[in-house]
């Protein structure tokens, strides 16, 4: 079986923004770059998508998602606090590879206004 390397390592994950559209949760987006070999050096060639995986301790994470062939994701609804997230590429055949370096974000929600009160 090839073992897939997938430079996530190397992966940038851009956690940006809490999301001025709600203020009950935030989001973040992820982004990274592709890799381009397999573990064994070989071309990769078939890479078959990514996973996101987030959660509120470090490499403990309560949610994933499979994202597709894209390189950027945002991730929505998280609550206040401290989330941690890693990407995982996979090949056609549905080989994993090991989670990227661990990106972190500091979501802070601000409070609702007053009943009767109106933010511009």
């Keep these: 079986m090839k073992k ?3 430079f996530i390592g190397i992966l940038w994950l851009l956690c940006i923004s809490v999301s ?3 203020l009950n949760a935030g989001e ?3 982004s990274w770059t592709a890799p381009t070999t397999n573990a064994d050096g ?3 060639t078939d890479l078959g998508g990514y996973k996101a995986y987030w959660g509120t301790a470090s ?4 949610n994933n998602k499979d994202v597709g062939n894209v390189t950027t994701y945002k991730i ?3 609550g206040e606090g401290k989330w941690f997230f890693a990407v995982t590429a996979y090949d056609t055949s549905n080989n994993e590879s090991a989670y990227s370096n661990e990106a972190t974000k500091e979501i802070k929600i601000p409070p609702s206004p007053p009943a009767g009160c109106k933010v511009e």
């Design 4 to 6: 897939l390397v997938f």
């Design 28 to 30: 973040a987006i992820l």
């Design 42 to 44: 070989t071309p990769l």
């Design 20 to 22: 001025a559209q709600s």
């Design 59 to 62: 490499r403990n994470y309560q």
């Design 76 to 78: 929505t609804g998280l």
